[in-house]
């Protein structure tokens, strides 16, 4: 089936250092790649849509010159933390709807993202 | 404007025992409904999916959930746990196939052997 793949799956860096997260479909195109943050006891929070060849769509409150994302490729899509502050420490998951099956999502397996 | 409510945020039931994980919704238009699992160190993966068909769905490993409209739920059951089992829990809405998905903040299901 669909995977998504997702990496790192861990970082930890420094206050002021960017991070780089990357998400590959695998055996199929994803035009479009979901990307979400989630706090520890909280629920998924989407973050952006990314479409490939333009530009992403950022939810409300959300710094698009923060969290950059690239979408260059229908098989890769990018999300940089620019400027890691402690705040920004949280888990980010990406997912991409499958080709054929319009209602299903695959996600990577997220990144944790520990800033000090 | 949807939302999801996830009641218990852990759950921990004896091997063989009824799973059941709540789950309530709100939504301003009919709602596609998803239960996600997400096993330790991999990402989430759909166990069922309700889009405004049958509102008993039948899903993977032997879960189902239930629409109910009248109550806004769609709780999560299998009728006897397995160890596998084990995993975090995912609730979702949305208002239209995968666009704008909102998810609960889940439930950790314990399986105690």
């Known amino acids: 089936g669909a995977v998504v793949s997702q990496h790192p799956s861990w970082v930890i860096c420094k206050s002021g250092t960017s991070v780089k997260i990357e998400c590959r479909s695998l055996?199929?195109?994803?035009?479009?790649m979901f990307w979400y943050r989630q706090f520890p006891k909280q629920s998924l929070m989407l973050m952006a849509t990314?479409?490939?060849?333009?530009?992403?769509?950022?939810e409300q409150g959300v710094e698009k010159d923060k969290f950059l994302i690239n979408h260059a490729s229908l098989t890769l899509s990018t999300l940089t933390v620019t400027s890691a502050h402690p705040e920004d420490s949280s888990f980010y998951i990406c997912?991409?709807?499958?080709?054929?099956?319009?209602?299903?999502?695959?996600f990577g397996s997220g990144t944790q993202l520990s800033v000090l | 404007a949807q939302s999801v409510t996830q009641l218990g945020s852990h759950v921990s039931v004896s091997e063989g025992a009824l799973v059941l994980l709540r789950c309530n919704y709100s939504?301003?238009?009919?709602?596609?409904l998803f239960w996600y699992v997400q096993y330790p160190n991999q990402g989430l993966q759909l166990l069922l999916k309700?889009?405004?068909?049958?509102?008993l769905v039948k899903g993977i490993n032997g879960f189902e959930a239930e629409f109910k409209k009248s109550e806004t739920s769609f709780h999560l059951t299998k009728p006897s746990a397995h160890m596998s089992d084990a995993a975090e829990y995912f609730c979702?809405?949305?208002?239209?196939?995968?666009?704008?998905?909102?998810f609960g903040t889940g439930t950790k299901l314990q399986v105690i052997p």
């Open positions: 997912s991409a709807p499958g080709s054929r099956d319009n209602e299903k999502l695959f």
């Open positions: 055996d199929f195109q994803a035009t479009t």
């Open positions: 990314s479409n490939e060849g333009s530009k992403a769509t950022y």
């Open positions: 939504s301003s238009v009919p709602p596609y």
């Open positions: 309700y889009t405004s068909a049958a509102t």
């Open positions: 979702a809405v949305s208002s239209g196939g995968y666009q704008k998905v909102t």
